[in-house]
Structures are given as structure tokens and as C-alpha cells.
């Protein structure tokens, strides 16, 4: 058997939230990627920076508990908590376009967590 090439394979896990961000088809360059997997708040706030002008829609790449199947599921936003002067961990919440918000936190993704304070980061609503 031989190895996977990195180019072709694209590996993840449910260590981190997956974000995949899929480029609007109009008027596209031909040499550009249709979309990207990305590893977290901090990757997708890095990479929304870098497409600057592009159009975009976000999901959550997300396996279901219960039977392990995976689901794509359109993300609204992403929010930041509201934290006290003293904390410097920064925690990253997303919306889905269903009403729900949820932690990145893989620890707190299993079980309900009561929704802190959230300032808004970056919303997805028009892409």
C-alpha cells in the first residue's frame, strides 16, 4: 500500500470543532481552492482574514454521537466570551443557522454548558 499523499487526503479529528469554508462558485479563479478544512476558532479567524474580498459560507464538520455519522451543519457566527480582566484563556463559541450556539471546547461539546456572555467576532449570515 502506498502512503497518502498530503495533497490529496485530508484528515481530522473531534479534537477541535472542523470549520469548512466553502468559496462562492461566481466568478471564481480557476486556480483557486473551493473551499478549505480548518482546525478551530483560531484557523478560521485567521483564514477569513486572508480571503479578504471572497464570498463564503462556513459549516461545522461534526460527527453525530449517537450512530458516528458525519454532518455538515451552515455556521452563523462566531462569538467570544466575555471574560474577566485576570483570564488570559480566550473561548470561542459558533452559531448555527438552526438558533443554536455552542461552545469550540471539544470537553463541553458532549454535555449542555450554560451560555455565558458572548461578544460577537465575525458572522457568516451574508456569504
Known sequence: MQPLLAWRCIGWSDLTPNFFVVASSGGADCASPDGWVVDGALALIELVLHLGDVSFSVHLLARNEAD???????????????????????????????????????????????????????????G
Open 68 to 126: 458516528a455519522s458525519v454532518t455538515l451543519c451552515r455556521v452563523s457566527g462566531l462569538w467570544q466570551e466575555v471574560q474577566a480582566k485576570e483570564s488570559d484563556v480566550v473561548r470561542y463559541w459558533y452559531s448555527t443557522t438552526d438558533g443554536e450556539t455552542r461552545p469550540c471546547s471539544p470537553v463541553a461539546s458532549g454535555r449542555r454548558v450554560e451560555r455565558p456572555r458572548l461578544v460577537n467576532v465575525m458572522s457568516f449570515e451574508n
